[in-house]
C-alpha cells in the first residue's frame, strides 16, 4: 500500500544547543504532539537546521510549505506570520536565524527560479534574544512560546484547510 503524499511539508529550523535558536524545534514537537492524527497524516516535517535551498526546491507541486524558525530584527519574543513570497521580497532587516550560507531571501528566490514558481506556504518566527551555546531560552522568548505555538497551528490549518 501506497501512503498518500503530504499536503504540507513543515520545514522546522534552527538548533537546540544555541539558546533561542532552539524555539522552533520546542513549539512545533508541542504543536505536533496535539493535532488530531487525521491532521497529522497530512503533514510532513523535515529538521533543517540551516534553511537551504535544497529544502524549498524539495516541496513538492501541489504540497504546501510551512518553515518555522527563530527570528532576529524583531522584538524578542514577538511572532511574525508572513507568506513566503512575502518574506522573499523583504528588505527591512529581519533576519532568519537558520539562513547562514545565504540569506532567507535569496535562499527563497533561488528555489523560485530553479522550480518556476515560490512554493504556496507561509513562515512563522518568534524574535530571538540570545543566542550562544546552551539549551535554555531567554525569558522572552519562554513567554512567547504559547503565542508561537498557536501561530504555527493556526498556519497549519489554513494551509491545509486551502488543500481540503
Given at each position: 500500500m501506497t501512503a498518500r503524499p503530504a499536503d504540507l511539508r513543515i520545514l522546522v529550523c534552527g538548533a537546540s544547543d544555541r539558546g533561542d535558536d532552539g524555539a522552533a524545534l520546542a513549539a512545533i514537537s508541542r504543536v505536533l504532539s496535539e493535532l488530531p492524527d487525521a491532521v497529522r497524516s497530512r503533514i510532513e516535517v523535515r529538521r533543517c537546521p540551516e534553511l537551504g535551498v535544497l529544502d524549498v526546491i524539495a516541496v513538492k507541486a501541489g504540497e504546501a510549505c510551512l518553515v518555522v524558525d527563530t527570528?532576529?530584527?524583531i522584538e524578542p519574543g514577538s511572532v511574525i506570520r508572513l507568506s513566503l513570497t512575502d518574506?522573499?521580497?523583504?528588505s527591512d532587516g529581519l533576519t532568519v536565524r537558520s539562513a547562514h550560507a545565504l540569506s532567507v531571501e535569496d535562499t527563497l528566490l533561488i528555489a523560485e527560479t530553479v522550480c518556476g514558481a515560490m512554493p504556496e506556504?507561509?513562515?512563522v518566527g518568534i524574535g530571538g534574544r540570545w543566542f550562544g551555546y546552551g539549551e535554555r531560552?531567554?525569558?522572552?522568548v519562554t513567554a512567547g512560546l504559547p503565542a508561537f505555538r498557536e501561530a504555527i497551528r493556526t498556519a497549519i490549518?489554513?494551509?491545509?484547510?486551502?488543500r481540503s
Open positions: 527570528v532576529a530584527g518574506l522573499a521580497n523583504r506556504g507561509s513562515f531560552f531567554s525569558r522572552v490549518g489554513d494551509l491545509l484547510r486551502v
